[in-house]
């Protein structure tokens, strides 16, 4: 299925569903109707089957959806039944956090490598892993099968480092550099702007205060 003709609304509730079936699964729960999923989620039950239609419906009426089925399915979905390999660029705060952060290889996401321009970094070890210089990065890439590639330096190199990307073979970007890459379409990009979300709350609050909530 080309999962291009999905709306972008129901891939963004994807990984959502799939966090909570897989704590069901891990809880040991086989079966679920969509009005428990429903409960749970805070999602209305309507909604989840609409969702689920997309994908021609996962469930049988009347008897609930298998979870572990579920779960891979949507992983499929979601491209998680493979693994991916990343490697970071920019060691700096955000790099490192990210790069500490090892919940990501419980869904597949390897790290593999951690690059940096400034050489007084090349010394220090993240999990045991040696911040490399960026003139190694294109051959790492190529010869580590890397696929994607997390962008955490300042606004100003971001272009130019994802040509370079692009160039040795990378096929998505984890962009949390705010400027918007240009990069050819079958390149897959993922802007993250924390602030975005922070802004969201920022909303809410005053739609709250305002009487409106
Ligand atoms: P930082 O200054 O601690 O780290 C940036 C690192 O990138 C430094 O180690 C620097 O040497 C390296 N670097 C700079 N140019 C490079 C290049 N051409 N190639 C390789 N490495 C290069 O900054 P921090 O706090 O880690 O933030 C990194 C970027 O992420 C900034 O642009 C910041 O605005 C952005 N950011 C985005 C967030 C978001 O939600 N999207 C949240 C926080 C930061």
Redesign the pocket.
């Known amino acids: 299925m080309d999962n291009r003709e999905i709306s972008q609304a129901v891939i963004g509730r994807l990984p959502r569903y799939f966090r909570y079936l897989g704590e069901l699964k891990d809880e040991g729960i086989e079966r679920i109707s969509s009005q428990e999923l429903s409960d749970i989620m805070k999602v209305t039950a309507s909604q989840i089957r609409q969702d689920f239609n997309n994908f021609g419906g996962f469930g049988q009426q009347g008897y609930g959806y298998k979870v572990e089925y579920l779960y891979e399915e949507i992983g499929r979905i979601l491209g998680l039944n493979k693994s991916h390999h990343l490697i970071i660029?920019?060691?700096?705060?955000?790099?490192?956090?990210l790069a500490n952060y090892m919940n990501f290889e419980r869904r597949g996401f390897l790290f593999k490598g951690i690059?940096?321009?400034?050489p007084a970094?090349y010394g220090t070890r993240i999990r045991n892993m040696r911040i490399r210089p960026?003139d190694e990065m294109e051959t790492f890439v190529r010869e580590s099968g890397i696929d994607i590639a997390v962008l955490?330096?300042?606004?100003t190199?971001?272009v130019?480092?994802a040509e370079r990307l692009v160039e040795a073979g990378i096929r998505g970007i984890w962009n949390?550099?705010?400027v918007d890459l240009n990069v050819p379409e079958e390149i897959q990009v993922e802007?993250?702007?924390?602030?975005d979300s922070l802004m969201k709350l920022t909303y809410n609050i005053s739609r709250f205060e305002n009487g409106e909530g």
């Open positions: 660029i920019g060691a700096g705060n955000l790099g490192q956090a690059f940096d321009k400034n970094l960026m955490t330096i300042p606004k190199e971001a130019a480092v949390f550099a705010h802007n993250v702007h924390l602030s």
